[in-house]
């Protein structure tokens, strides 16, 4: 039996770093607000001119040298961003010129913050069916440039990042499920409403921001992440004890905390980094996965299980041996 294998993680985020406080100079907010209701300290910002292809390239390029390889050795570039550089090509295309793998294929996936969970499903697929011997996923995001920074119930809750992954054909265990999810009937509950066949004033007048009923994304959130973590569990007979590490979307730490609890799971099995970039997104999880592994509390061999909710409202898992 063959499986996608993640052979490689990178991740990268921009150098300047707002923090609470700097945020609290000009939106009626406060680091204590920030950090008891959401566990954010700081978000990583994107220089001005630097892009989501700028941030996905660094991610994508620790990845390939982690996983010991050469940017020609990818035969397929599957990008999860909401905030792509160009309507189009795809970031993915773009990215893909960069590194020079050119003729296999490159695109984007689109589920906002469960982006990058799908993206690894769809490459997943690929691998399995024989389509591609090795995938880079990337999730890359430069949402602060869609935040309305008057509106203190959203702009202190995103930041800027990118993450990756290079997936490998292998007879060793790799990607053991994923299971995804959408219901776009909650679309108004977290969107942002101007787009291109709407007209394309509000995106070119830089209004096109963000909007969130938050009470009820953190309600849901909740309810779905517990769920895809016991549904993930029964596809495949496993026990959350057997977990080594639950990696969930970095959003809110009481968002993580519920979920954990719910699960009954300590949380010194939960991969936490919203504190230091707060929601970054698609690039949220994959950030997340690199850090554990670069600093080594994720090791070869050991069961993870990832999991993200967003926008749509979209959420899903993927279950791996690493
Ligand atoms: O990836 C999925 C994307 N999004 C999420 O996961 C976010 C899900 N939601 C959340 O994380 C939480 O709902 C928030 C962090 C957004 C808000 O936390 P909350 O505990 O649900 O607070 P709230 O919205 O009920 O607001 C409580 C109070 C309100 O004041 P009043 O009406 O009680 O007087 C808000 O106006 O806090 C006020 N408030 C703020 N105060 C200081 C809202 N935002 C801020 C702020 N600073 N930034």
Redesign the pocket.
């Known amino acids: 039996m063959t499986y996608a294998r993640i052979i490689g993680t990178g991740s990268y985020l921009p150098e300047k770093v707002m923090t609470n406080e700097e945020l609290a100079t000009f939106?009626?907010?406060?680091d204590a607000?920030?950090r008891e209701?959401?566990g954010i300290g700081q978000r990583h910002i994107a220089a001005e001119g630097e892009t989501t292809v700028d941030l996905a390239e660094h991610a994508s390029r620790r990845a390939i040298e982690a996983a010991g390889l050469q940017p020609e050795d990818i035969d397929l570039i599957v990008m999860a961003t909401t905030t792509p550089d160009q309507v189009f090509p795809s970031s993915a295309c773009l990215l893909q010129a960069r590194l020079g793998n050119v003729g296999s294929p490159a695109f984007d996936i689109q589920a906002v913050?469960s982006g990058f969970v799908y993206a690894l499903s769809v490459a997943d697929q690929f691998v399995r069916n024989g389509s591609a011997k090795r995938a880079l996923v990337i999730g890359a995001e430069t949402f602060t440039r869609i935040l309305n920074w008057e509106d203190?119930?959203t702009c202190?809750?995103f930041g800027d990042g990118a993450g990756a992954v290079v997936l490998e054909a292998s007879e060793e265990q790799g990607i053991l499920s994923t299971h995804l999810h959408a219901d776009g009937r909650y679309s108004e509950c977290?969107h942002v409403p101007p787009g291109v066949s709407q007209g394309y004033q509000a995106v070119l007048e830089g209004r096109a921001w963000v909007e969130?009923k938050?009470?009820e994304?953190?309600r849901m959130?909740v309810a779905k992440m517990g769920e895809v973590v016991e549904e993930a569990l029964e596809a495949n007979g496993l026990n959350r004890e057997e977990l080594d590490w639950l990696i969930p979307?970095q959003?809110?730490i009481?968002?993580i905390k519920a979920t954990a609890r719910k699960l009954h799971m300590s949380m010194d099995k939960v991969v936490l980094t919203v504190e230091h970039h707060g929601?970054t997104?698609a690039a949220s999880i994959p950030l997340a996965l690199d850090a554990a592994v670069r600093d080594g509390r994720v090791q070869r061999g050991q069961l993870l299980m990832l999991e993200a909710?967003?926008?749509g409202f979209t959420w899903g898992s993927a279950l791996l041996r690493y």
Do not use: E, K, P, Q
Not at 27 to 30: K, P, R
């Open positions: 939106v009626d907010t406060s607000w920030i209701r959401s913050c203190r119930t202190v809750l977290l969130m938050g009470s994304v953190f959130a979307h959003a809110n009481r968002i929601n997104s909710f967003g926008g």
